[in-house]
């Protein structure tokens, strides 16, 4: 199951990341990549352990097709690795479907500087944040098909540099870019997972200031 999961891996990076960008620059003429951007320690923390979690991630899965690695004995079993592919397929789709609905939206980082308009259909009429979103199923995945524990470390970086990515710096840029607007979209649609994460008014407001 290690060669499903490299394979996985491979197109999940070809499609979500080279594809994306290409298909960006050639509509646009900018590759979305915002990196140069990234100033605070919290941006790099967030920006730097997902790409941290992409990398480990990878390595989990060369480990494990190498043999160094040897599996979590209690997951290593056939239905969960099935349920793993499953869920990096899904993973792969909201990612795409995402950054598709984003259209000329889409960047990797931000610039504190620019403004793009709020997208708030397609996946995104349930969740602020579908392609954070499809990324963690992806990983989640990739982690039962391969369950061993460089692979699983990388589940909770992931997690925890997208709660960071997306609390004290997506949402706090995007409150001074769109205001009212985006608050009252964030009252209505959870942060990640549908109906979950709805922020009140006053919360983003105290995000916003302290940022």
Known sequence: MAYVALALQIIFLLTAFALRTLVHARHT????????????????????????????SGA?????????????????????????????LVGIALVLRAQADMGASW??????????????DGLFRWSRNPVFLGMLIFWTGIALIVPNSVAIVAVFLAVAAV???????????????????????????????????KEGLEGLRGEACED
């Open 163 to 197: 709660e960071v990515q997306v609390r004290m710096v997506e949402e706090p840029y995007l409150i001074r870019a769109h205001g009212a607007t985006y608050q009252e979209y964030a009252t209505s649609t959870g942060r990640l997972v549908p109906g979950i994460g």
């Open 60 to 88: 989990g899965v060369v480990l494990g097709s190498l043999g160094v690695l040897d599996p979590i004995g209690f997951l290593d079993h056939t239905l969960i690795n099935g349920v793993g592919v499953a869920a990096s």
């Open 29 to 56: 003429g900018s590759t979305g990549f915002r990196a140069g951007a990234q100033r605070s320690p919290t941006e790099l923390f967030g920006a730097g352990g997902i790409t941290a979690a992409l990398l480990l």
């Open 107 to 120: 960047r990797i980082g931000v610039d504190q500087a620019e403004r793009t308009q709020l997208v708030t």
